[in-house]
């Protein structure tokens, strides 16, 4: 008894099949193993001054200044709840 050939276009499609896996998980191990690009501003890698600057706390000590009569605190809604009585138009109606 003679074995019979796999066609072509079976093979084909075997191999191009095992091909898009392989292609696909080592691009998801290359995505995953490779180091994050990270874009920070040289501004914020400066070292910070250790040293108080007490003329800078001045400055906004004079900025932040509320006048007693400018400033009242708000009442939370759950203690000034009052019920009123209101009109509907159907009950106008009747």
Do not use: C, G, H
């Amino acid at each position: 008894m003679r074995k019979q050939k796999t066609p072509a276009l079976v093979n084909l499609a075997i191999y191009t099949t095992i091909t898009v896996f392989l292609w696909i998980f080592f691009d998801i191990y290359r995505a995953l193993k490779k180091p994050p690009v990270l874009d920070i501003e040289s501004k914020i890698l400066e070292p910070v001054n250790p040293n108080l600057d007490k003329s800078l706390l001045e400055e906004i000590d004079k900025s932040l200044y509320f006048e007693k009569s400018s400033y009242e605190p708000e009442t939370p809604l759950n203690e000034t709840f009052i019920e009123t009585d209101t009109a509907t138009a159907s009950a106008d109606s009747d």
